[in-house]
């Protein structure tokens, strides 16, 4: 015994069509305000999470970090932490202060050491130190570089 089916679809609104491009003067001056909107915004909060580093013998290392943001009226200023269970045991902290109109400022800790300041291209140069510190210097380096954030 042969069967045979058959659908037909039919949908109750008509199918649409591409969206009609929008007026090139238009596009520029929402594109401005919402760039605009964008940067007024100051954020303030804290994150948590776990880095996790695997070496090439695929042995996997855990480092609990932190990530706090505030502002005020004209700046805002990152903290980033980790807590390196070592060995040997680290507590590594890079701290971004950027302000409206002036470059970003850099500062890297180790420990209770005091804070380095890092200017031009001493973000860009990676620390001799272990995994977690060239990465943070590599994240570092790129955050800053690109439109003056």
Known sequence: MDVCFSLTLVSPTPLRSSPRPLDPVQTER???ALVADMLSQKPAQTNTGTLRIKNAKGEQREIPMRFKIW?????????YEAKDPGPPRRDLKLTVRHSEGRPNQYSFSEGAGPAKT??????????PAQTFTSLIWAWSSSIGRSSGC
């Open 30 to 32: 929402e594109a401005h």
């Open 71 to 79: 502002s005020t009226a004209d700046t805002s200023t990152s903290i």
């Open 118 to 127: 890092l200017t031009g291209d001493e973000t860009m140069v990676p620390s």
